[in-house]
């Protein structure tokens, strides 16, 4: 029976990966996170070339980033994320303490 829940979940999901896998792997693009759905080996393959990583490396990150969404599908609640904050991609400025004013 078709289950529009869990299908709607598990693309969800899907598109978090796709987000982590941008943020992880920023040089690939879009149509390389896309090749990890439709052509694993080739994704794999990309990922080793841009970033020096054997495929064995990059098969355990991809493994991480999707506990990781589903972790976090785990601990959304009415549509409020209730896990930590991810900052490690905000801007530098932003995560750096506020000078010293001079008096």
Known sequence: MYDSKSTGSNTAQAQKLSA???????KLT???????AANKDKFFAAVS???????????KTIKRLDA???SSSSTTMAGKD????????QPAQAMQKPAAKAS
Do not use: R
């Not at 070339?49 to 098969?59: C, G, N, P, V």
């Not at 209730?82 to 991609?89: A, E, G, L, P, T």
């Open 20 to 26: 982590k896998i941008q943020n992880t792997w920023s």
């Open 30 to 36: 879009q149509e390389e996170v896309a090749m990890y």
């Open 49 to 59: 070339t841009k970033y020096s990583i054997s495929k064995d490396e990059a098969e």
């Open 68 to 70: 990781e969404c589903a």
């Open 82 to 89: 209730m896990s930590s904050k991810d900052v490690s991609n």
